[in-house]
Each structure stands twice: as structure tokens, then as C-alpha cells.
């Protein structure tokens, strides 16, 4: 059982949480193309959107490598280097390996190494450059922590494959001794999975190695430090590292029920909405399920934009009135997340899509494409619900200038506090704020816009598919990396400037608060002028909220002068001042 040193939760800093992931995991058996996808939602207001790219490379023998945390920027210091390392572009290398994470926080004791040299960002892309496959990379990963630390906090993992896919769960022991405990599952074949910032693993098999992975002492640390004290085989890793409460439930599981929901559909949904709400901690939902229809790579870009719409978590006003969805029904929320009104606390809901995604991707691992190809990155810059992503494969040796950068975990600061025209980044934050000023008459052009753009890129990645297997095949490895590289260079490259051309479309369209469409017969000014006017709810809502203020009154002379002749009343200030 689990014992009262549990009382040592604070729950991860959850109630006050600003930077946070979502992952999707699906299975090669679940995808509608038998590749195995994970989808990632990188969130943090302090996070810049760029792509890293570690190239291919061999390094002299016994050399070191240094360590920064990925989220301070702190120097970790240094650890062992090997001799020949893979190439890395964001989050999946040239083998079709992928590795998406999110953070759970877990016991407080157990937040911070003294002495730890690599932190769980560091984790990612080493691992990236020194394995081929989910299972070695689970195995790199264990040994990477046993042999110098581990300096974050408690962290979910995804990794996959082109032929499988895990969950791995993972946290540090503290000032107790070096290293971490963990757990990992593999997914099984047809089923998907999610994480977003809560331990999701319970009990596990401790005697399947073929699908479940665990360090030794999983079980007897826990123990050791006091706080499970029950048989072996009913040990949970969640409930004894990180217990579910009510904002791991609402603000983290709510994530991963829309996502279930979304595939199993609204009865599956409707059993574990309580949970999710945070209203029945035992009510927990599976691990994993296995979704109704299998799921395609544009399903997936659908799932990570959900904004829980058409649930009771709705954030956009539709299903509920919520003066917090404003004029324009916007799903987006002033941070911070958790607010007070007299004496009692409140909360915004914290959706898949948030507007604080620094960079987000889709990585395909695909056994029906030469190795060099398995990988298809599909990459991304700040919020999931607006932003296109774009094809990069996994041996690709450059990436496009718009969006090629380091981040912290490289010992670099990225220009955050700095705006650029061909940056990927500031291109689209600037449509992305300028459509959340009015959510209910823009998104739906960019929405159009996103699939328009998303559907030409996949057709054009499956043509390159098909061309890069020929060049292979008559000129050569070399040359086939070549061909995919510019690819992925001309698109990310012309997919910025291309939403950077949107941006004046929709500054255009939506100036001012009219909606403005070209129209060749004005010859004023080349177009059509309409009123981007509330809707009636929210017009009554005023009404509501401020009584006769700003009714509008009779003109009692205006009337006495029509009664005496027509053609004395005034023409309409209302009407005369339409368009002024």
C-alpha cells in the first residue's frame, strides 16, 4: 500500500502551471499508413520555436560532451562522448527514431540531483544521437542517468519506432542516492496512448520484458524511502510517484480524455468526463485504447488542435455561456491558469492546442520506406491550432533557414524578445494573435488555409517518397539525402513566406473591426465593406450586464417635425455614420 509520507506531493506546481507538453502516441496498428506517430506540443511562454539539427558525426576517443538543462540553460557539465553519433533533426533521427516528452513533476523530494549531469531535455537528444530503436533507446536513456544523474523532474516519455511504440516513465531519486527509477510499456499493436504532464503508468507485468521494461529498483526504492509498502504486484508508478489529484486530473488526464473521446466517441467519453473533471479520482481511464477507426496523419494534426469543443470543457462559449470566451468565442485564456474571485479559487481549462506552444510535431516512423526515409518529421512553431507544419525527413543534412536554431540545451539563448519577418517563429504568432482578436470570424479562414496547405505538402511528400526510392536505387545514398534535404529546405523555407503573405490577407480582410472583401464594382475602394458585428448572444449579454446605458432613445422633436412633414426628419445618425 501506499504509505502517509505521501503528504510530501506538492503537487508539482500545478495549480500554478505556465509551461507544460501534450503527447499523442499511435501504434503502427492504429495508423491508417502502419507508420507509428507521436505527437508533441512542446508549451512554454519562454520557449522559442526553431529546429535543432545535430548532424552526423564522428568524435576522437574519450572526448567529453557538455550538458545544459534545456529549460534553465544552466551549465550541467560533462559527460562521456561516444565515437560516432546519428543524425538528429528535432525530434527524430536519421533511423526513424522518435522522442517526444512531458513533464509529470512527482514527489517533491525527488525534484532535484544534487551532482546530476544531464537533465531530461539533454536526455532526448543524446539518446537521438547514440540509438536506432525504442527498445535501445529506453536502454541508453537508463544508462545515461545511472551514469551521471538525472537533474529534472519527474518525466513522461513516447518513443517510437517504424515498428513499435512505448511509454516510458521515469523519475529521479532525489538526494537519496544517483539515478532514476522507471518504467516503460510498448503500445500494444493497434492501440494509441497520451500523456500530458500526470504519470499515467499503474501497475505493470513484471515478468513480460518482450512489452514491459522497469529498472530493478522501481519497486524497492520506493520502499526504501518509505513510500509503498505493499507486495510487488500491485505497485503502482503513478499512484506511489505521482498521485492523481484534482489539477493532475482537470488541468493534465482532461488532455488525454479528449483525445480518447475524440476516437472512441461520445459514450466512452461520457464514463470517464468525471475523471477528467476532476470529480472522481478512481475512476481512471485506461492506458491506452484501441480507437474505433484507424488514425491518419491528418486526423492526428486535428487532434492537436482540440480545444475540448463540443465537450463540457468547451472553453469557446458554444456549448455554455462564458464571458471569458469574450466577443470573438475565443478558446484561448489570460494566463495565469488558476484565479481567485472572493475567497475561492478558479481555473481556466487547459486545452490540447494553447497559444503558448513554442514548437510542436507530428514524427512518422515508416517500415515500408527505406531506412534512410522511415522518418518524416512533420514540424511546427507556436500554437498547434495555428500553425502548418511542414515535411522534414530524419537524414535530412541541413534545415530551412526560417526555421533552423539552438535552444538552451546547445548553451544558446534563442532570440526570443526579437521579431523577424523570416523567422517561422514571429511569422506565425502574428497571424496566430491577430485571429485570436476575433476567434469566431477569422479562424475559420485560417483553418481553411492550414488544411489547404497541409493537404498540397503531403501530396508533395509522397511524390519525393517515390523520387528519393528511385535516385536511391540509380545515383545512390548521397544523392538521395540530397534530394529529400531540399525538399524539406524549399518547403519550410516557402511555407514562411507564404503565411507571411496570409498575415496581409487577413490584416487586410479584418482591419478595424469590418470585414472587408475585393469587389471590383466599388470604385471607391476595390471592395465590400461589412460590419464584423457580435453575435446576438453576446449583444444581449450587454444588455444584461448594463441595463438601459446604451439604449437608444426616441428623437421627440425629430418626431413632432415628421408629423408636421416628412420630409423635415433628419436623416439617421445611425445610418449616416455606418462606415465613419
Known amino acids: 500500500m501506499i504509505t502517509f509520507s505521501k503528504v510530501l506531493y506538492i503537487a508539482a506546481g500545478l495549480a500554478g502551471l505556465v509551461d507544460g507538453c501534450s503527447n499523442i502516441i499511435v501504434s503502427p496498428g492504429a495508423s491508417a499508413d502502419s507508420s507509428s506517430m507521436v505527437a508533441y506540443n512542446a508549451d512554454s511562454a519562454a520557449l522559442y520555436g526553431s529546429l535543432y539539427h545535430y548532424p552526423a558525426a564522428d568524435h576522437p576517443k574519450n572526448s567529453m560532451r557538455d550538458i545544459y538543462d534545456w529549460d534553465t540553460g544552466v551549465y550541467l557539465g560533462q559527460i562521456e562522448e561516444v565515437e560516432h553519433t546519428y543524425n538528429v533533426v528535432g525530434n527524430m533521427n536519421e533511423f526513424g527514431l522518435s522522442i517526444g516528452e512531458t513533464t509529470y513533476g512527482g514527489v517533491s523530494e525527488l525534484q532535484s540531483q544534487p551532482g546530476a549531469k544531464i537533465d531530461y531535455g539533454s536526455l532526448i537528444w543524446v539518446t537521438l544521437q547514440r540509438a536506432k530503436t525504442a527498445r535501445e533507446a529506453i536502454h541508453t536513456i537508463s544508462r545515461l542517468m545511472s551514469e551521471n544523474g538525472y537533474a529534472s523532474e519527474g518525466e513522461s516519455f513516447s518513443i517510437a519506432d517504424p515498428h513499435e511504440a512505448w511509454v516510458m516513465e521515469i523519475i529521479g531519486k532525489g538526494s537519496y542516492e544517483r539515478g532514476a527509477v522507471w518504467v516503460a510499456r510498448r503500445i500494444p499493436d493497434g492501440y494509441v496512448c497520451a500523456h500530458a504532464n500526470q504519470a499515467r503508468i499503474t501497475t505493470f507485468p513484471l515478468d513480460d520484458p518482450e512489452d514491459t521494461l522497469y529498472a530493478p529498483d522501481v519497486i524497492s526504492f520506493a520502499r526504501k524511502i518509505g513510500l509503498y509498502d505493499g507486495p510487488d504486484e500491485e505497485f503502482s508508478f503513478s499512484d506511489v510517484y505521482d498521485a492523481v489529484t484534482f489539477s493532475g486530473a482537470r488541468f ?269 464594382s466599388e470604385p471607391s475602394c476595390g471592395c465590400s465593406v461589412a460590419n464584423g458585428a457580435y453575435t446576438q448572444s453576446w449583444y444581449d449579454r450587454i444588455v444584461a450586464d448594463t441595463g438601459d446605458h446604451y439604449l437608444v432613445h426616441e428623437d421627440v422633436d425629430a418626431l413632432k417635425a415628421s408629423a408636421k412633414r416628412p420630409g423635415l426628419m433628419p436623416v439617421s445618425k445611425a445610418q449616416l455614420l455606418a462606415r465613419r
Open 252 to 520: 493534465c488526464e482532461a488532455r488525454v480524455w479528449s483525445f480518447f473521446g475524440d476516437v472512441m466517441g461520445e459514450e466512452w467519453a461520457q464514463q470517464y468526463l468525471d475523471y477528467a473533471q476532476g470529480y472522481n479520482l478512481t475512476n481512471r481511464m485506461p492506458l491506452w485504447v484501441k480507437p474505433v477507426q484507424k488514425v491518419s496523419l491528418k486526423d492526428t494534426m486535428r487532434h492537436m488542435r482540440n480545444h475540448y469543443e463540443n465537450t463540457p470543457l468547451a472553453m469557446d462559449g458554444e456549448v455554455f455561456p462564458d464571458v471569458g470566451a469574450s466577443y470573438g468565442y475565443t478558446p484561448v485564456r489570460a494566463h495565469p491558469l488558476t484565479w481567485t474571485s472572493g475567497s475561492k479559487e478558479y481555473l481556466n481549462e487547459r486545452p490540447i492546442a494553447t497559444q503558448q506552444t513554442g514548437w510542436n510535431f507530428i514524427a512518422q516512423s515508416r517500415k515500408w520506406m527505406p531506412q534512410e526515409f522511415s522518418g518524416l518529421l512533420w514540424f511546427g512553431v507556436d500554437d498547434s491550432a495555428t500553425t502548418v507544419r511542414f515535411p522534414v525527413y530524419g537524414s535530412a543534412t541541413r534545415v530551412a533557414d526560417a526555421f533552423a536554431g539552438a535552444g538552451a540545451q546547445d548553451g544558446v539563448t534563442p532570440p526570443l524578445m526579437k521579431f523577424d519577418f523570416q523567422s517561422a517563429f514571429s511569422v506565425f504568432n502574428l497571424v496566430a494573435n491577430w485571429a485570436y482578436s476575433r476567434w469566431d470570424l477569422m479562424y475559420p479562414d485560417v483553418l481553411a488555409r492550414i488544411e489547404s496547405l497541409e493537404d498540397s505538402l503531403i501530396a508533395q511528400a509522397n511524390d519525393v517518397d517515390i523520387k528519393a526510392k528511385q535516385v536511391l536505387e540509380s545515383s545512390g545514398v548521397s544523392a538521395a539525402i540530397e534530394l529529400v534535404t531540399s525538399f524539406s529546405v524549399d518547403a519550410g523555407n516557402s511555407l514562411v513566406r507564404s503565411w507571411a503573405n496570409f498575415f496581409g490577407e487577413m490584416f487586410v480582410k479584418y482591419k478595424d473591426g469590418y470585414v472587408f472583401t475585393e469587389d471590383s
